[in-house]
């Protein structure tokens, strides 16, 4: 008997661009953060979502915490699974599929690698913007 055992990051998300219209790229996200697909219609509202993900789970953990006048009822949790990794590496996107992988959150940017389906490291990026400046030039 062999046991396959899959890898995946929970800092990790599989973007799978569908198509692009009007220069805004449209596809989808799913993490191991997360139970559901991630729909996006351009990179920004991307980034939006994969934010929103990593707050809600404290992960990866924010090098700052974002200011708030409202009282807060944080509980610090562990980041679990919340989405089958056999599943989520079978999704693919119809133009192009990526791995993304925020290694951090310091200086209120992101700081992560992109990979390509075969695992091939295909870029590093040290901000958001860098990271969107990438897919955009790689995509168009």
Excluded at 95 to 115: E, M, N, P, Y
């Amino acid at each position: 008997l062999v046991v396959m055992v899959i890898y995946y990051a929970l800092n990790s998300f599989r973007l799978c661009i569908d198509r692009i219209e009007d220069n805004l790229c449209i596809g989808r996200l799913y993490t191991p953060l997360y139970s559901k697909v991630l729909v996006f219609k351009d990179l920004t509202n991307m980034v939006l979502l994969m934010d929103e993900i990593f707050d809600k789970n404290n992960y990866p953990r924010a090098y700052q915490n974002k200011r708030s006048f409202k009282k807060s009822n944080i509980i610090e949790k562990k980041a679990e699974i919340k989405f089958e990794i056999e599943k989520l590496i079978k999704e693919k996107g119809e133009l192009a599929t990526f791995d993304i992988i925020v290694t951090s959150r310091q200086h209120t940017c992101w700081q992560g690698i992109i990979k390509n389906m075969d695992g091939k490291i295909i870029s590093s990026f040290k901000s958001e913007l860098n990271l969107i400046d990438f897919l955009f030039k790689f995509l168009i």
